[in-house]
């Protein structure tokens, strides 16, 4: 069974460019996902640079007119999680992963999507950027 949510601790919102680097940076993590195997992204050139390229969106949008709005969100953290009884692979459940985010953002958002492999239950990470709402 898959249980998708955002994390209490956060509402999974994401109000700082620093919370969104610590959260790209946790999300990311080598030791999680079998060394960058499974991350991917979407309007990301280099998924390594992703948390620069999102800033850069919002500056763009801000030189652009667009100004910050006040508790402005700088992005979204959603957990994808799967049973160990689903009898998935870490291959399996990061291509779940991409389709389910690319079919709920179309094509609006720059994200990664990072499967984590260091727990009994594989689960897909991911921060985001809507674009629509900065640009």
């Known amino acids: 069974m898959t249980v998708i949510y955002m994390p209490k601790n956060s509402n999974g919102t994401v109000h700082s460019s620093k919370d969104l680097n610590q959260l790209i940076n946790y999300v990311m993590n ?3 996902t079998n060394d960058f195997e499974y991350i991917s ?7 390594h640079s992703a948390c620069d390229e999102m800033l850069a969106t919002r500056e763009l949008a801000i030189f652009t007119g667009k100004s910050p709005k006040k ?3 700088f ?3 959603f957990v994808q999680s799967f049973s160990p009884d689903d009898n998935l692979t870490p291959a399996q459940v990061h291509e779940i992963g ?10 609006s958002a720059e994200f990664i999507i990072a499967t984590h492999t260091d727990k009994p239950h594989l689960h897909n990470v ?3 950027r809507v674009l629509s709402q900065v640009v």
Do not use: A, S
């Not at 992204?41 to 998924?47: D, R």
């Not at 991409?98 to 094509?107: D, F, H, I, P, R």
């Open 30 to 32: 080598p030791e999680k």
């Open 41 to 47: 992204g979407q309007n990301i050139v280099n998924i």
């Open 71 to 73: 508790n402005e969100i």
């Open 75 to 77: 992005g979204y953290h």
């Open 98 to 107: 991409c389709k389910t985010m690319k079919e709920y953002l179309g094509n």
């Open 126 to 128: 991911r921060p985001d």
